[in-house]
């Protein structure tokens, strides 16, 4: 621990130093994996078992050429940002439709990447027809269990062999604003707890693993890795995945979201030390939605108002993938988008935008170059035997 401290310092004061060498190996280690630019993200992180991701939007994945190349040429995993949502592949009960997920699960292949199924068991995002059917009492418990199970069953088996990580539950834990938390931690309001109890959750697992016995099944939240303050969200994500796994439940992994905001500040050592104590319990983790918004002058233009938002966001996307890499068991960094024109915040947060690593005119930000950096610092340190060793 001690000694991949000092990688990190050493790697933060070189990347102030160093400038991206301008030639390394291309992908190296991955023979399936295609030509890609040699300093790019995917083909840096690939020297030191790192994969390196984005979201993906169908509405611009193929069609938008630009965006399409950024994709195929910076990252080595995708995750659909909506398109294997419930409420996109079932709108109607019992008619599924696979056609936009199956068209990055292609693109993934002809690419070289993986994919990060996202997501089975949310509260948001269901279809219509479960959410009245639940409200009006037309579907009851016992059928909205078996419900759950046809759908955790279906999506993992039309996917099986193709997803390398799923987020099987997604946001089930209580925040500090939240009104009914449970005494561990989970949120009494949630949607499938309220409904089913807490048990779903592990039976969620159970049923994924039984559709695909070979797909990584991951828990992913926000604020799981100390960004909450009082670390209270991450205790209660340790301990029940702790519990989870010594009674035999198949999960495999802790995604951490990181969506930041350059307002809160950031704690970068508790972030790491989180990621290393979910590692210990056995667990592989990743940084599954990163981004990191600051107040903005528009929601068109997305320039920083403050100088400090401004170094800030470059500053805590990469101390983010710095605790990735000095976490063994982190085995995917991902960014929640491609450029700040296609971004879910400027419609969630108001006044503030400029979260992503490609500006509203798919130009890199000083985020990319400064991940890019960490990457070549990474790798480096691969190299001489040291540092993000081997999944
Ligand atoms: O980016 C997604 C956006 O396009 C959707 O409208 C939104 C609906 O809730 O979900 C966004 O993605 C979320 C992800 O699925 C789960 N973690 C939070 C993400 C941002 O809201």
């Given at each position: 621990m001690k000694l991949r401290r000092q990688i990190a310092a050493a790697a933060a004061t070189a990347a102030v130093l160093m400038l991206v060498p301008s030639a390394v190996a291309a992908a190296a280690g991955d023979p399936k994996a295609p030509a890609v630019p040699s300093d790019s993200l995917r083909a840096l992180g690939a020297q030191q078992n790192l994969r390196v991701g984005t979201a993906v939007d169908d509405a611009h994945l193929n069609t938008d050429q630009p965006y399409t190349a950024i994709v195929a040429d910076q990252f080595s995993v995708v995750t659909a940002e909506n398109a294997m949502k419930w409420e996109s592949v079932e709108p109607t009960r019992g008619s599924y439709d696979w056609a936009a997920a199956d068209r990055l699960v292609a693109f993934a292949g002809q690419h070289g990447q993986e994919v990060r199924g996202h997501t089975l068991l949310w509260h948001n995002q269901l279809p219509g027809w479960l959410t009245t059917g639940v409200a009006d009492g037309t579907i009851g418990k016992a059928e909205l269990r078996e419900i759950l199970h046809k759908h955790v069953t279906d999506e993992v088996t039309h996917f099986r062999g193709k997803i390398w990580q799923w987020d099987v539950a997604n946001e089930v834990f209580a925040n500090s604003w939240d009104a009914n938390p449970l005494p561990?931690?989970?949120?009494?309001?949630?949607f499938w707890i309220k409904n089913l109890g807490e048990g779903v959750i592990a039976d969620a697992f159970r049923w994924a693993h039984q559709a695909d016995p070979k797909a990584l099944l991951f828990y992913n939240d926000y604020n799981a890795a100390g960004q909450d303050g009082s670390n209270a969200k991450f205790q209660a994500v340790h301990d029940y995945f702790a519990k989870l796994r010594a009674q035999g439940v198949p999960v495999d992994g802790i995604g951490e979201?990181?969506?930041?905001?350059?307002?809160?500040?950031?704690?970068a050592q508790r972030f790491q030390n989180d990621l290393q104590s979910y590692a210990d319990l056995g667990l592989k983790v990743a940084v599954t939605e990163a981004d990191v918004r600051t107040f903005v002058n528009n929601a068109t233009e997305q320039v920083p108002t403050s100088q400090l938002g401004e170094f800030a966001q470059p500053y805590e996307f990469s101390e983010m993938l710095k605790a990735c890499q000095l976490v063994t068991q982190c085995i995917s960094f991902t960014a929640w988008g491609v450029y700040d024109g296609d971004s879910w915040i400027p419609g969630t947060f108001a006044g503030t935008g400029y979260g992503l690593l490609y500006d509203v005119n798919m130009k890199p930000k000083p985020a990319y170059v400064a991940l890019q950096q960490d990457l070549a610092i990474g790798a480096d340190a691969a190299h001489r035997g040291k540092g993000h060793g081997p999944k």
């Amino acid at each position: 621990m001690k000694l991949r401290r000092q990688i990190a310092a050493a790697a933060a004061t070189a990347a102030v130093l160093m400038l991206v060498p301008s030639a390394v190996a291309a992908a190296a280690g991955d023979p399936k994996a295609p030509a890609v630019p040699s300093d790019s993200l995917r083909a840096l992180g690939a020297q030191q078992n790192l994969r390196v991701g984005t979201a993906v939007d169908d509405a611009h994945l193929n069609t938008d050429q630009p965006y399409t190349a950024i994709v195929a040429d910076q990252f080595s995993v995708v995750t659909a940002e909506n398109a294997m949502k419930w409420e996109s592949v079932e709108p109607t009960r019992g008619s599924y439709d696979w056609a936009a997920a199956d068209r990055l699960v292609a693109f993934a292949g002809q690419h070289g990447q993986e994919v990060r199924g996202h997501t089975l068991l949310w509260h948001n995002q269901l279809p219509g027809w479960l959410t009245t059917g639940v409200a009006d009492g037309t579907i009851g418990k016992a059928e909205l269990r078996e419900i759950l199970h046809k759908h955790v069953t279906d999506e993992v088996t039309h996917f099986r062999g193709k997803i390398w990580q799923w987020d099987v539950a997604n946001e089930v834990f209580a925040n500090s604003w939240d009104a009914n938390p449970l005494p561990n931690g989970l949120n009494g309001d949630d949607f499938w707890i309220k409904n089913l109890g807490e048990g779903v959750i592990a039976d969620a697992f159970r049923w994924a693993h039984q559709a695909d016995p070979k797909a990584l099944l991951f828990y992913n939240d926000y604020n799981a890795a100390g960004q909450d303050g009082s670390n209270a969200k991450f205790q209660a994500v340790h301990d029940y995945f702790a519990k989870l796994r010594a009674q035999g439940v198949p999960v495999d992994g802790i995604g951490e979201q990181g969506h930041l905001d350059t307002q809160y500040g950031f704690d970068a050592q508790r972030f790491q030390n989180d990621l290393q104590s979910y590692a210990d319990l056995g667990l592989k983790v990743a940084v599954t939605e990163a981004d990191v918004r600051t107040f903005v002058n528009n929601a068109t233009e997305q320039v920083p108002t403050s100088q400090l938002g401004e170094f800030a966001q470059p500053y805590e996307f990469s101390e983010m993938l710095k605790a990735c890499q000095l976490v063994t068991q982190c085995i995917s960094f991902t960014a929640w988008g491609v450029y700040d024109g296609d971004s879910w915040i400027p419609g969630t947060f108001a006044g503030t935008g400029y979260g992503l690593l490609y500006d509203v005119n798919m130009k890199p930000k000083p985020a990319y170059v400064a991940l890019q950096q960490d990457l070549a610092i990474g790798a480096d340190a691969a190299h001489r035997g040291k540092g993000h060793g081997p999944k």
